[in-house]
Every structure is written in C-alpha cells, then in structure tokens.
C-alpha cells in the first residue's frame, strides 16, 4: 500500500517533466540516464535468465526531494535498453530515507537484491540496515518479511555502512560493504553466509586505517570484490582523499587495490592504489561477470556532492557510462567498451596515413556530436598533439585531448567545453611513439579509451549544439594518424 503511494508520487513526477527532460538538447543519445529528476550509481548489475538487468539510483522528485527509489532497466545487448517499472522505493521503516546501493543475485533462480535500507532522523542521524528484496517474474520485488537481514554496523565501525556487493565462491555466499571507522577511516569489510539471510563478519579487507594507505580518506563507498585474471581487484570509492599532484583531483576518487584475497581472515594482500579513470566524472561503478564469464562494469558518469549542470532547470541530472569489459595485463585493470557497442554504429568513414604538420587539420564529415572515433598516430619529433572537438566556428568553445610529449601526459581539458564546471585532468603516459585514442562522444559527455583501455577519461560536457567540429593538432613536428569515424 506504501508502496503503491510513493510510486503514484514518482510516476507523477516523470510524466509531468518528461516532456521538458526530452526537449533539453544535453540529454544524451546512448547513455542511460534518468526519465526525469536525479541518477546515481548502478546497481544490481546481473546477467540473468538470458538478459542483462541494471537498477540505478533514481531520485524522481529531484531537486525537491532526495530519497532514493532503484529504478530498472533491462537488456539482451547491452546497449538497447528498456525502461521497467521502479523496482524498490522507499517505503518500510528500515529505509524511509532511501533504498540505497546494492547488488544483484541469482539465489536458487531466484532474482535477488540486497540494497541498503537508510534511515535519517530530524537531527541528521543515521540508521543503516541491509535488506533484501525478491523477484519471479524480475519485474516485480516483494521485500523479505524479515528485514532487515544486518542491523546497523559492527562494534568499531560508524553508521556509515553501506552498498553490499554480494557473490558466490564455492558453497558460500560472500559480501563485501563499505564502511568507517570509529575514527573516521574508510575501510571494507567482508561477510559470509550459507544461505544469503544469516551473515557473518569476516573481518576488513583493506582500509585506510593501515599505514600504507592512511591517505585514503574517511569513507569508502560502493565496494566491488572480485577476480578479474586469476587476481582479485576490490574497486572502491574512498571519500576524503587529498589531492596530489595529477592524481585524485575530483571532489572523491574511485579506484582499486589488486593482490589474493585470503576467504578465512578476508584480508587482501594488495599493492598501490590506482585510480581507475583519470577524467572528471566517475564513480560508484557497478561490476557483474556475464554466461559469457566477461567482466563487465557500468559507472555513474556524475560524483556525489557535484550537482552544477545546465540540466537541472530542465528537470534532470547525471547519466551513467557506456558498459566496459575489464581484464587484467602487467598488474593493471583494462577497460574496453564492449564489444556490442559496435551494433550503434553508422555511416563508416576512414582515412589512412594523414600528415598532421603542426598545424590544425580539418577532415571532411568528421564532425558532430554523437560518434565514434579511432585515432591512431604515430610521430618521431613533436612536441605536443592531440584532438580538439566539440569546437565552434572561432575556437571560442572547444574540449581538448592532447598527449605533452615532452612530459609524457596524456592530457583532457575542459576548460573552453561550454557550460558548467572547467578544469583540466593528466596522466602520466609513457612515449612509445604511438597512441591510440577510442573515443566516444555523446550529446553531453565524453569517454576516451587510451592505448586499448590502458586508461580512460570519462567527463561530461555541455557545448553548445552547433559546436560540432572536430580539428587535429600538432606543435613543433609532424604526426601520422589514421582515423576510423562512425556516428552513433
Ligand atoms: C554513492 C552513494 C552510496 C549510497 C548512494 C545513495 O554515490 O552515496 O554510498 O548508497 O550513493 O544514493
């Protein structure tokens, strides 16, 4: 009955502003966002029955109101998707703030979720339970009449505790939940449970409360753990990292720790902290492996605490990634868009061996602002080049991606992109004297696949929709670039 009235009030919602959110030239053309009001991060992503199933958080009354439902869609490529009705709004005592983040299961063929219930009292404290809710027709999720299946946090640990990401290993099922220290130190920990309703505490698997990685912050959110290569990678969102140098400038980071992960005492014996995209907005991404035994990831393009967009007056914001299949070479995580990406595209173009002779290069029909594009340069002296897209007719606007080779960094500047936030974002990149850039363009963000996903840049912009053009650049030297295009 609850139920039924907080999703009378959502449906409301979408059909009084879906009509402005379609009209706004920034909503985008192959990324799944909101029907209307806020997304944030992916959930229960899952290959199940056939289908590929993808929740998000989905705050329909946004900016008026913040209490997250999961909205759902579904797939059988991975890049066609279809609207189903919301799957869990925020209706028990557990969760009268949110049915925060959660994961996905297949449970005795059972279509399963655990999610967060969060609770807020008038005074700001916080109440946090893990529930589960079920599916047979996976449409339709009944809440367990016994929730919450965790109460609260365990003892050290603060009430920021959430984002269960929950799998099988052998008999056992296995979860790892980010959390807090007492003293304010993000960590993860790990739980198990023999029949998915009765949890254990394992113990942390790594945290900021160890000397090695002290500098990483005071919460850690959205937790994945899994084996990607015969390595097990906890990708995670540490809050509260200070900027240093090129590396964690966004407002909270997103990255992983690789090593072996000991099941008896939950500890991982990992190595650095790497962040896993080096652009301006990504976070919270949602890891799932497929019948096809793929890794295959989905982020919020957005970040927590970051809501200056030009889309808001027209009802919406965020939007999530195109799907990336990860692997692992030299101790690092690859990120490729999948394979199926390919079924949008149209209308091939090419060019081979063109000359980039430090000037600005102009290629006919290569423009836009929805494509594909594959670049290949090869140089011997240069001392900088790139692309510039998204440019207008006096270069006034423009977003550039550029490698400095003399400081070996692969560059992405947003400073003249259009609307909304600026900024410019490196990495270090080492000279091979070639590079590869993948890049995907939407109405209103960009990712950008280095070196067949060494690194990757994922950032949204907001240019003006005449700002189409795309130009080559070189400095100081010449460049060889062969170029395949396609809209999307
Ligand atoms: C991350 C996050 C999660 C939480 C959810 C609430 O963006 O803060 O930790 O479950 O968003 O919407």
């Given at each position: 009955m609850r139920d039924e009235k907080l999703l009378n009030i959502a449906y409301k919602a979408i059909e009084k502003s879906k009509e402005k959110v379609s009209k706004?030239?920034?909503?985008?053309?192959?990324h799944l966002m909101p029907p209307v009001g806020f997304i944030n991060d992916p959930n229960g992503f899952i290959n199940i029955k056939g289908e590929y199933h993808l929740f998000y958080q989905f705050n329909p009354l946004y900016p008026e109101d913040k209490k997250a439902y999961w909205g759902h869609v579904k797939s059988t490529d991975l890049v066609n998707w279809q609207q189903l009705p919301?799957?869990?709004?925020?209706?028990?005592w557990y969760e009268t703030h949110g049915c925060y983040s959660g994961s996905a299961v297949n449970y005795k063929g059972i279509f399963t979720l655990m999610y967060t219930g969060n609770v807020k009292d008038s005074s700001g404290n916080r109440e946090t339970y893990q529930c589960i809710a079920q599916s047979n027709d996976g449409v339709n999720f009944i809440k367990y009449e016994?929730?919450?299946?965790?109460?609260?946090?365990?003892?050290?640990?603060?009430?920021?505790f959430r984002d269960p990401k929950v799998w099988k290993y052998g008999d056992m099922w296995y979860m790892v939940i980010g959390t807090q220290t007492v003293k304010e130190q993000g960590t993860a920990l790990l739980y198990n449970s023999k029949d998915l309703f009765d949890w254990k505490l394992i113990g942390e698997?790594?945290?900021?409360?160890?000397d090695k990685l002290s500098?990483?912050?005071y919460m850690w959110e959205c937790p994945n753990l899994l084996n990607i290569d015969g390595k097990d990678v906890l990708i995670f969102c540490p809050q509260g990292v200070e900027k240093q140098g090129d590396l964690y400038n966004n407002r909270h980071q997103c990255g992983y720790l690789m090593g072996n992960l000991?099941?008896?005492?939950?500890k991982l014996d990992y190595g650095d902290f790497v962040e896993?995209?080096?652009?301006?907005e990504f976070y919270a991404p949602q890891i799932t492996e497929d019948n096809k035994g793929r890794k295959l990831l989905i982020g919020w393009m957005g970040l927590p605490d970051?809501?200056?967009?030009?889309?808001v007056k027209n009802g919406w914001l965020h939007c999530l990634t195109i799907v990336r299949e990860l692997s692992i070479k030299n101790h690092r995580i690859i990120q490729n868009p999948v394979?199926?990406?390919?079924?949008?595209?149209?209308n091939r173009i090419e060019y081979n061996n063109i000359e980039i002779k430090s000037d600005n290069l102009k290629l006919d029909k290569?423009?836009?602002?929805s494509y594909e594009l594959i670049c290949d340069f090869s140089w011997d002296i240069v001392s900088k080049f790139g692309i510039k897209f998204r440019c207008n007719k006096d270069c006034s606007e423009e977003t550039v991606l550029y490698y400095d080779v003399e400081k070996e960094k692969l560059v992405l500047d947003r400073?003249?992109?259009?609307l909304s936030l600026k900024g410019i974002r490196k990495c270090k990149l080492k000279n091979h004297g070639n590079l590869k850039l993948h890049i995907f363009m939407d109405t209103s963000s960009i990712e950008a696949f280095v070196n067949d996903g060494e690194e990757v840049f994922t950032a949204r912009i907001y240019p003006?929709?005449?700002?189409?053009g795309v130009t080559f650049f070189s400095e100081d030297g010449n460049v060889k670039l062969d170029i395949q295009y396609w809209e999307l």
């Open positions: 706004d030239y920034y909503t985008l053309k192959y919301i799957a869990l709004c925020p209706s028990e016994n929730n919450p299946v965790i109460y609260n946090q365990p003892e050290g640990y603060t009430r920021h698997v790594a945290g900021a409360n160890t500098f990483l912050g000991d099941y008896e005492t939950g896993l995209d080096r652009g301006f970051e809501e200056e967009s030009p889309t394979e199926e990406m390919k079924l949008l595209r149209k290569i423009n836009g602002d400073d003249k992109s259009g003006d929709k005449d700002s189409s």
